[in-house]
Structures are given as C-alpha cells and as structure tokens.
C-alpha cells in the first residue's frame, strides 16, 4: 500500500491531489509527491521490507502506486550493491562500493523510474506512454508499454549509438528519431503533450516517475544494514537521479530507519556538458545551460529541469561536482570492467571518472564509505572503448600457431 497522498508546489509549498500534471498552477513550480510520513511510520517497519520481494517494489510504501492498479513487474531493482576493493585500491578509497544497476531489465536504473511511471499512468487512465529520452529511457518506457500492453511513442534524437536504437526497437514501439539535441526533442515533447493526450512519463508524470529514483537510496542504505553511506557520487543529466537519492536518504533519516547522521552528495558530469558542475564549482546560484557536446549521450542534457535541485542537493550535503573528458570517460569505462568486472557505459564512466578526481583532489576521504552510481550497461555504447582496446590476434586452428603468438606476447 503507498502512503503518497497529494503533490505539492516545490516552489510555493501549494497542495493539491495527486493528479498527472508537473507544473504549480499557481507559480508554475515542479510539482513533487507528498506522504503520510507518519502513518507510513506507524504501519511499516523495515522488517517489512526485508520480507518484500527482491526488487524495487519492496518499497510500494514509499512510492507514489495508485491502488488497485497491479504494478507492471519486469523484476526491476534490487540491484547488487559489490564491494570493489580493488577499483578502491586505484583510487585510494579503503571503502568503495558500487550500485550495479547496469543489470536492470532493460540494462539502465530507468527502469526504476518508469515502473512508477507506468503505474502512475494505467492508474489515470492513459491508453498511450512516451517519453523524451537520451536513450535509457526510450528502451524501458517501450519494454514497461509492452509488458502493460500499452501503445507507445518514444522520442529520440537521432544520433543516438546504434545498440540504444535497436534494444528500443525491439520492444515494438513507435520510435521517432528527431534531427537535433535532446533539449530540442525535450522541447517538442512538451508541445506534443499539450496536443496528445498521452502520458509523457518524464512531462506530465514527472512527479511521479522521479519518485522511482529513490529506491537507489532505500535499497543502498538496506543492502549497507540499514545505515547510509558517508558519500556518494551520481551522474547527472536532467538532475532528478541525484536530487531523488538526497530525499530517499533523508526520508529513511526522518523514519528513524537509519542513524541520523549527513551523507555527502556529489555530481558527475562530462566536461562537454557540464552545466550542474560549473555550477557547483563557481559557486553560482543557479544552473546556466549549456549545448552538450559529449560521447556521453545519455548525460546531454544541456538545459536540466532538476539541475537547480540539483545543485542545492549538493550544496546542502556538502558534498562537490567533477566533470570528465571524453578520454577520461572511456578510460573509466575500461578501470571498471578490468578491476571489477562491471561494463558500464559511458554515464558510468563519468561517474568513475570523476570520483577519481574527487579522492585525489581530497574532496572524498579514503576512510569514507563511498558509494558509486553505476546507472547503465556497457554493451549499449560499445563504440567509446572498441578503439582503445586494439584487435584480437587472429590465428590458424594448430597449438604451434598459438605458441608463436604467445611466444611474441612474453617476448
Ligand atoms: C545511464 C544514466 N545515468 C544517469 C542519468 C541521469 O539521470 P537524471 O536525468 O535523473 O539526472 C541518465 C539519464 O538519462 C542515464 O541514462
Ligand atoms: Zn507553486
């Protein structure tokens, strides 16, 4: 059973029913989802989690679920929480862990959002689901629309990597490829949603598909035995992923279901989109938007929706921001796999990447404990490390031919 009761105004605090709309009707601020905390509090204990199934919907309680609507289960979250002594050894950090959510049904932590999303969706009445996506998103709102058996329009832009387009593909939805940034397909989706009326999962089901995002926290914090993590880094597109892990945190706070105590946020991004991070490292008030240019396409997002949220989640937590180039980021890509044996792609990279400049620079304390996002699969952007790793030798089927390679390999 979900405790959510209404949404309200994150600007001028206005509260109203839950309903499929994002924006305040009187300020125009982000609308967000409110809870009976202390019902929540008087009915669920975290025993009661631990008894739920091994997937996000262990925390129903705490996400916004319509009643009387099934949720659409591909088997979404719950997601290994690994030990990475060694990735902890190239990086100086003595306790680093990883969220491996690149094992998602449809290989990214998406899935968490738009679970809610969907549910949130069916629960309203919508026949039709669609999203703007960087590529993440298009593939788990067309596999959740097929499990639901819901008609589906996805937006992408269109120089997308080839794996992102065909694992949407295959899930038979209606994939428009869009000449231009994803602000633009962003902005032509927010004029689409006006004219259709369709659910829109992060326009006019924003408040509810971010809420998803919290489980990233919830299951981190159970997985550590109740207790939060002194740091973690997460990578940043829209800005809403970072945002939500600093409310479920503070919402386990105020549950009493983990010590009080800080847990110190910090932002990664790539150096050719990187609005949040300047932010954070000039010391501005505001995010100022930037046009993206980077091999991480799942982070270009240029112009943030959350990015403000963002950028004060941070500050309030002390923690910091990074951002990685290009080089850096296929190198963090291949430190992951060949130390810990996770292919993340290329937002993991970033994330990778910048914790390593965050511990060098001492900004994340080797005796922390450090938590790292790893939010996608490595096999959706196999283009950004296939240059750097050289071509397997090719040799006759006959032992002698492989003792000569080896032979030339301990020469
Ligand atoms: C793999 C991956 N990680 C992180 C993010 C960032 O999420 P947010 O837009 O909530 O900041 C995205 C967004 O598309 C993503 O695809
Ligand atoms: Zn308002």
């Not at 008609?151 to 794996?163: H, K, N, Q, R, T």
């Not at 490595?378 to 283009?383: A, E, M, N, R």
Request: aromatic share 6%; hydrophobic share 45%.
């Amino acid at each position: 059973m979900s405790f959510a009761v209404g949404l309200q105004c994150r600007a001028c605090g206005k509260q109203q029913a839950l309903a499929p709309v994002h924006v305040c009707a009187e300020c125009l601020g982000p609308l967000e989802v409110r809870y009976d905390y202390e019902a929540l509090r008087r009915s669920v204990r975290p025993a009661d989690v631990a008894g739920g199934p091994a997937t996000m919907w262990r925390y129903a309680a705490l996400l916004p679920l319509p009643p009387d609507v099934p949720v659409v289960d591909l088997g979404t979250g719950f997601t290994p929480l690994l030990r990475a002594e060694n990735l902890g050894r190239a990086l100086g950090l003595h306790k680093l862990y990883i969220k491996n959510d690149a094992v998602n049904p449809s290989y990214s932590f998406k899935d968490r959002v738009v679970g809610v999303a969907v549910s949130a969706a069916i629960g309203f009445g919508y026949h039709t689901l669609a999203c703007a996506s960087t590529g993440n998103l298009a593939a788990s709102v067309a596999a959740h629309a097929a499990k639901a058996s819901l008609e589906s329009y996805v937006f992408i832009p269109a120089d997308l990597e080839p794996a992102k387009i065909v694992g949407t593909a295959v899930y038979g939805t209606n994939l428009v490829a869009v000449r231009g940034s994803y602000d633009q397909v962003n902005r032509l989706c927010s004029e689409i949603a006006d004219a259709f009326p369709w659910a829109f999962v992060n326009i006019n089901l924003r408040p509810f598909y971010a809420e998803g995002s919290k489980t990233l926290a919830y299951e981190t914090a159970e997985q550590l035995g109740w207790r939060a993590p002194d740091h973690v880094v997460v990578p940043i597109a829209g800005g809403s992923v970072l945002s939500k892990i600093g409310k479920g945190l503070a919402e386990l706070r105020a549950l009493d279901w983990i010590p009080a105590g800080r847990t110190r946020i910090s932002g990664a991004q790539a150096e050719g989109c990187a609005p949040v991070s300047r932010a954070v490292l000039s010391g501005a008030d505001h995010v100022t938007p930037v046009r993206a240019n980077t091999i991480a396409k799942s982070l270009a997002i240029g112009n943030p929706a959350d990015g403000d949220f963002a950028l004060r989640t941070i500050r309030d937590s002390g923690g910091s921001a990074e951002m990685a180039s290009d080089a850096e980021i296929a190198e963090g890509m291949r430190l992951l796999a060949s130390t810990e044996g996770v292919f993340t792609e290329t937002a993991g990279g970033v994330t990778v990447a910048c914790a390593r400049k965050l511990a060098r620079s001492g900004r994340i304390d080797p005796d922390e404990t450090v938590v790292l996002y790893i939010t996608g699969n490595g096999l959706k952007t196999l283009d950004a490390v296939a240059a750097g790793l050289g071509d397997a030798p090719v040799i006759e089927p006959t032992l002698a031919a492989f003792e000569t390679i080896r032979a030339g390999a301990v020469a």
